[in-house]
């Protein structure tokens, strides 16, 4: 999949909402952007992507059905 597919699918399910979508798309464009950028510059952008990624925390706390779907059980629930 390539950026320009992560972005129409991002705006076809309301994904500007969900952050976990916006940092797969940008890590894609990073992706893409590689051959063109030298090492220091494709780690530092990968060290922010990463950053961005743990700043999300434990977002789906409370929000698991609708982030994961009505009936998911998760671990431990029976």
Do not use: H
Not at 6 to 21: C, F, M, Q, R, V
Not at 24 to 32: G, V
Not at 55 to 63: K, R
Request: glycine fraction near 8%; avoid cysteine; aromatic fraction near 10%.
């Amino acid at each position: 999949m390539e950026s320009k597919d992560w972005a129409n699918y991002i705006e076809a399910t309301d994904g500007l909402s969900k952050p976990w979508l916006l940092i797969q798309w940008r890590l894609k464009l990073l992706q893409e952007q590689r051959p063109n950028l030298d090492a220091e510059t494709y780690t530092a952008e990968l060290a922010a992507l990463q950053e961005s990624l743990m700043n999300l925390g434990e977002w789906w706390q409370g929000q698991e059905a609708a982030v994961f779907g009505t009936g998911a059980a998760m671990p431990g629930e029976s």
